[in-house]
């Protein structure tokens, strides 16, 4: 049995620069709190806007591939470690980031699932749907932290 969801969210204004506001949630390592995640971020995202649904989409879809990614991956679903989501809001753009406690992958190692070599492989399409959803995408040198920029309309 699942324990209920418990999301910590903060939301803070940012340092650098000033004209942004950060929301910083914890997931617990359970693909079942997902959508519940996803849903409580883009709102937090777009509050007090009216998004296009075209940005609405991409960033619910990129979001629940790198928290899957890092739940099922990264942390290896294991319950007694955390997935840690930042979304840094702009006027203009969201800067979004997803980090697990595991132990990292080098991206640049993962095939494209469209090669010929990479179709059967179970691998790589999450990323490769992430890669294709937003405007840029960078991960930490460890490999256990991706960021995601979208626009903010």
Request: aromatic residues 6%.
């Amino acid at each position: 049995m699942t324990a209920p969801l418990r999301l910590c969210v903060r939301r803070s204004p940012l340092t650098e620069p000033a004209s942004g506001v950060a929301v910083d949630l914890r997931v617990p390592s359970d693909v079942a709190e997902v959508e519940a995640a996803v849903e409580l971020m883009v709102r937090h995202c777009f509050a007090g806007l009216q998004p296009c649904d075209r940005t609405t989409f991409r960033l619910r879809v990129a979001l629940a591939e790198a928290l899957s990614n890092a739940i099922l991956r990264g942390n290896q679903e294991d319950p007694a470690k955390q997935v840690w989501v930042r979304a840094e809001l702009y006027p203009e753009w969201i800067r979004i980031g997803v980090r697990d406690e595991g132990d990292g992958f080098d991206p640049a190692q993962v095939p494209a699932p469209t090669a010929t070599a990479a179709l059967e492989w179970e691998s790589g399409r999450g990323l490769f749907i992430i890669k294709s959803l937003a405007d840029q995408v960078e991960f930490n040198d460890r490999g256990n932290a991706i960021w995601m920029i979208l626009p903010r309309c």
